[in-house]
């Protein structure tokens, strides 16, 4: 009986890993089908400067909204195309241009930042899905949020 036991936790076990690796080779396949459907024609690649990639917004009092602006140049011979920006968390919204930025122009992304609820030292990225070979880039800012007095 013990045998019929130990045998049937044995196949079991072989049974499970075998789906795991199916699921993992899956998730695998997918990921990479994602990343290829998604990553811009190599035609349409450019290349980007940061002018300011990191920011400090210093201190701020509890409730109050900041803005941070993030300024590049298309340092490339194709249009910058910013597909989507996204924040690491819901205190923060950031907007893109809509349009393409030409070869050699500059543009901004910008975010704001609600401190409402984050008292002490607050550290948010943006990360932006563009045309480039990275085809990401993530922006930083931080600073610290004073309670209200």
């Not at 079991?12 to 890993?17: N, Q």
């Not at 690491?88 to 609600?114: D, L, M, Q, R």
């Not at 609820?117 to 930083?140: D, M, Q």
């Amino acid at each position: 009986m013990k045998l019929l036991i130990v045998l049937s936790t044995f196949l079991a076990f072989l049974t499970a890993c075998g789906n795991a690796d199916k699921k993992t080779a899956d998730a695998a396949t997918t990921t990479t089908e994602q990343t290829e459907a998604t990553a811009p024609a190599a035609a349409d690649v450019t290349t980007v400067q940061w002018l300011d990639s990191s920011q400090n917004f210093g201190k701020v009092t509890d409730g109050e909204k900041v803005m941070i602006t993030f300024h590049f140049k298309n340092t490339g011979t194709k249009p910058l195309i910013i597909s989507n920006v996204q924040a690491s968390c819901g205190c923060t919204v950031p907007s893109k241009p809509e349009e393409p930025i030409a070869p050699g122009a500059e543009g901004k992304i910008t975010a704001e930042f609600n401190s409402e609820g984050r008292v002490g030292k607050a550290s948010k990225n943006v990360n932006v899905s563009l045309n480039t070979k990275e085809g990401f880039a993530t922006l930083l800012f931080e600073g610290e949020v004073l309670p209200k007095k």
